[in-house]
């Protein structure tokens, strides 16, 4: 299972709220709820929090083995 918790902290980290993801960033809101309840997203979108965060992609997403 892919889980965005990292995303979370990596955000505090830097400042960014989810406003600023939506409305500076251009980031969609249902993106954003897509995010909060550990939904899939593209690629693409990892990589445009990866470049809005500076950070890597284990900043922002954990796989967590199904058991």
């Known amino acids: 299972m892919i889980m965005y918790t990292p995303l979370?902290?990596?955000?505090?980290e830097k400042g960014v709220s989810?406003?600023?993801l939506i409305n500076k960033?251009?980031?969609?809101s249902s993106t954003?709820?897509?995010l909060r309840h550990n939904k899939g997203?593209?690629?693409q979108t990892v990589?445009?929090?990866c470049a809005i965060l500076a950070c890597k992609v284990e900043d922002i997403v954990v796989?967590?083995?199904n058991e």
């Open 18 to 20: 989810t406003y600023a």
């Open 8 to 12: 979370w902290k990596t955000m505090n």
């Open 41 to 43: 997203i593209t690629l």
């Open 25 to 28: 960033y251009g980031v969609s």
């Open 32 to 34: 954003v709820n897509r």
């Open 63 to 65: 796989h967590i083995p």
């Open 47 to 49: 990589d445009d929090l």
